[in-house]
């Protein structure tokens, strides 16, 4: 089982539990993903995709059924260690984005190295790996609010990098943007698969399940994954 | 990428937090500012109060031992008039009492000047020798003088500096419209600045003169004092005197003393309606606090929560960012006012115990600092502000971190 | 420089201020302490109560010493009209005789 990044089994996710607004937004799913691959999670809004997202993501814990990530079980994790384990190991590409507009593209970007306790230079030196890999060397120091929306998703993408993970998750990433934005999008994924990332992108944009790069695609619907 | 060292020294991590705190609070820049000066203000107020009031208090203290036992005043219409001779012998007969003496003093108005003085009668050849000899500062002249003993006085600084202005420093004529002649006095001396806050205003001199002065006729005193050595017997003798002499009125140090202690403490006007003030603005600061973050700062928090930033470290930096402002406004509040009352003798703030006097002290006080007080006001301040600030930023920690960032 | 560097000097800072706020109260302290005696001889000298602060009136000037009515100048309804009395509390009254109980008269024979 080296070669799974990820595994689920049976995750089922159930708001308001036996009440009359009970609602189960995943249902009993499985998956396997294996190492350095690139799989999209297709299927209309209210299919489920960000919940599961999030489930694999450590933003939710699950209500039935396991999550291991890289050999590792974490969906009983008690929130310290699932949050460690994110931290550490989970790089999340949210649709909105989710960068604060006051900080510099610099500082947004080192934001999640701080809990490690790094140095200053030390973060910058990784940051601007990461802005001169993505283009954004000259931005550095710009205020997130004062960019456009193209760069504010590279700053999105280097923010979700900078802790070394190796597994990458993007919710609708293409949403806001227009078509050559979006072929540029994809092709930062390729350029990352090919350097051994593990991709899982949820989308029903026909752009990004068209790509080449896309190694598999997994399609749900109502929270359950058709065969 | 590699991955970084993972949790990493944890002092480096508190410096981490510490310096996204300060960035937080540099990029709210203009709010926080505004917060610090008026905590740095409030603090100030406080202190200046608490420093001024507790510094007379101790100067008036300062001498409390040395007041006569009992002071007698006579009283008709329940105000004070003159008090007779034959009074002494009767009160110098209660057993107890070791000696009594008629004072002559009351005060002179200087209209060109608009100036109080306090005069006061006594033998002068007294405080040429001993102890006394050393608290004036004698003018050049004394020892050639043959005028006669009632022309002389020694005078307070006070006195001293308004003369001064008119040219009057080395000898000063009382005049009153209804006199026939003006009275010429020589000064032979000042009182020195460190017995200023109580001699300030002071006119000392022979009992003959002041007499005159006063227009007291002969056979007639302002009040008497009287001695007792033994303290346990000072009510009872006071309260003989007012037995046998109802129209007499006695002060015994113990009275004086609480008189004192009440003089400057928190039910006086002043202390009282500063303090509420004080009070109610940082109520209004903390209440502030209190009542929860804006929408970008609760994004921020779900930002944080949705990178894996753990709660905790949430929470430090938000009470690291009160934290700061609080304690350097404390201290900086606390610093500042010693340097306002002690340094720069409370400009401002003088003029509230001064009130409409011509006549009035250096105010170069002792300091009288008690720093369990101290700590007392930094911590009721830092404590429930960086309380406050902790509370409504847990709140949002604990939300869902998908229902912030949905509704923010 | 990073900002928690900024802050220990700011606080360094304070603590010098701190400081020589400290050593200036040490030295008034000792000097009070040393000329306290000028002060209880004048004392000694001249039995005048209270601090000269202010000379604006007789009763503020000695308020140890004045008497009830001063303050409220001829009637008792008259307020105090000089700003220096907000800041002084009233002396102490407390020999002054408790107010009359009315009730039945005592028997003046048996004394």
Same mark, same amino acid.
């Given at each position: 089982m080296d070669e799974l990044m990820l595994k689920t089994v049976k995750v089922t996710k159930i708001y308001n539990q036996g009440k009359q607004n009970e609602v189960i937004p995943v249902r009993d799913v499985s998956l396997k993903v294996k190492k350095g691959t690139?799989?999209?999670?297709?299927?209309?809004?209210?299919?489920?995709?960000?919940?599961?997202?999030?489930m694999i993501g450590c933003q939710i814990k699950p209500t039935h059924g396991e999550i291991v990530v890289n050999g590792k079980q974490v969906s009983k994790l008690p929130e310290k260690f699932a949050n460690r384990h994110k931290r550490e190991h989970i790089g999340f590409v949210f649709q909105q984005f989710h960068l604060i507009p006051d900080l510099s593209v610099l500082d947004n970007i080192m934001l999640p190295l701080l809990p490690f306790g790094m140095r200053p230079a030390e973060r910058k030196n990784r940051a601007m790996k @990461? @802005?001169?890999?993505?283009? @954004?060397?000259? /931005?550095? /120091?710009?205020?997130?609010?004062? @960019?456009?929306?193209g760069e504010q998703q590279r700053t999105a993408i280097c923010r979700s990098l900078v802790n070394g993970c190796s597994l990458l998750l993007a919710d609708e990433p293409t949403a806001h943007l227009d078509g050559q934005l979006t072929a540029d999008f994809l092709g930062y994924m390729a350029e990352l698969k090919s350097k051994g990332y593990t991709i899982l992108i949820a989308s029903h944009d026909p752009a990004v399940f068209e790509h080449e790069m896309v190694d598999r695609i997994i399609e749900m619907k109502g929270g359950e994954i058709l065969p | 990428m590699d991955k970084p060292t993972t949790s990493g020294n944890w002092l480096e991590r508190q410096r981490n937090i510490v310096d996204y705190s300060l960035q937080g609070l540099f990029r709210r820049r203009t709010k926080n500012s505004l917060i610090l000066v008026m905590y740095v203000l409030l603090i100030f107020v406080v202190s200046s109060v608490l420093f001024i009031t507790g510094s007379l208090t101790v100067e008036l203290f300062s001498t409390a031992e040395e007041l006569p036992d009992i002071t007698v005043q006579k009283m008709i219409g329940g105000r004070q008039v003159t008090i007779q001779e034959y009074y002494f012998k009767a009160i110098s007969e209660i057993p107890g009492v070791e000696d009594v003496e008629p004072r002559v003093w009351g005060y002179f108005y200087l209209e060109e000047l608009q100036a109080n003085f306090t005069i006061y009668g006594m033998d002068l050849t007294l405080l040429e020798e001993g102890d006394y000899e050393r608290i004036v500062n004698w003018n050049a002249a004394r020892k050639n003088l043959e005028m006669q003993p009632e022309f002389r006085m020694i005078i307070g600084e006070g006195v001293s500096r308004l003369l001064k202005e008119i040219q009057m420093e080395d000898a000063f004529l009382f005049f009153q419209p209804n006199w026939d002649a003006a009275i010429p006095f020589e000064i032979i001396g000042t009182f020195k600045s460190e017995t200023q806050l109580q001699s300030n205003d002071l006119m000392v001199m022979q009992t003959e003169g002041a007499r005159k002065v006063l227009e007291l006729k002969e056979g007639d005193f302002t009040d008497l004092v009287v001695y007792v050595p033994n303290p346990e017997e000072t009510e009872m003798i006071a309260l003989k005197i007012r037995r046998y002499y109802p129209e007499l009125r006695t002060v015994t140090r113990a009275q004086i003393e609480s008189t004192y202690t009440s003089a400057f403490n928190w039910k006086g006007g002043f202390v009282l309606s500063s303090m509420l003030v004080v009070i109610f603005a940082f109520l209004v600061l903390i209440w502030d606090?209190? !009542?929860?973050?804006?929408?970008?700062?609760?994004?921020? #928090?779900?930002? =944080?929560?949705? %990178?894996?930033?753990? &709660?905790? =470290?949430?929470?430090?930096?938000?009470? *690291?960012? !009160?934290?700061?402002? !609080? #304690?350097?406004?404390?201290?900086?509040? %606390?610093?500042?006012?010693?340097? +306002? %009352? +002690? *340094?720069?003798h409370a400009p401002g703030l003088k003029e509230i115990f001064i009130g409409w006097s011509t006549l009035y002290p250096s105010f170069e006080l002792v300091p009288d600092i008690d720093i369990k007080f101290l700590l007392l006001i930094v911590t009721v301040t830092v404590i429930p502000y960086s309380a406050m600030a902790v509370f409504p930023s847990w709140k949002?920690?604990? &939300?869902?971190?998908?229902?912030?960032?949905?509704?923010? | 420089m990073?900002?928690?560097?900024?802050?220990?000097i700011t606080l360094l800072a304070l603590l010098l201020l701190v400081l020589v706020a400290a050593v200036d109260y040490q030295h008034k302290r000792r000097e009070y302490v040393e000329n306290i005696w000028m002060r209880k001889s004048f004392q000694r000298a001249v039995g005048l109560t209270d601090l000269s602060i202010t000379t604006a009136a007789r009763y503020l000037r000695h308020y140890s010493l004045g008497d009830m009515a001063t303050p409220f100048q001829d009637y008792p309804a008259s307020l105090d009209h000089f700003p220096a009395g907000f800041v002084y509390s009233p002396p102490d009254f407390s020999e002054f005789p408790k107010p009359v109980k009315f009730g039945p008269l005592p028997n003046l024979t048996s004394n």
């Open positions: 690139s799989v999209v999670i297709k299927g209309p809004s209210g299919s489920g995709k960000t919940t599961l997202l999030s @990461l @802005l001169t890999q993505f283009d @954004l060397e000259k /931005r550095g /120091r710009f205020k997130v609010k004062d @960019l456009s929306g | 606090k209190a !009542s929860g973050l804006s929408p970008a700062e609760k994004k921020e #928090i779900g930002i =944080m929560k949705a %990178i894996g930033w753990d &709660t905790e =470290m949430i929470l430090a930096v938000k009470f *690291w960012e !009160s934290f700061i402002i !609080s #304690i350097i406004a404390a201290v900086l509040g %606390i610093v500042l006012s010693y340097f +306002y %009352i +002690y *340094w720069l949002a920690a604990i &939300t869902d971190t998908d229902y912030i960032l949905r509704n923010n | 990073r900002h928690s560097s900024k802050l220990g």
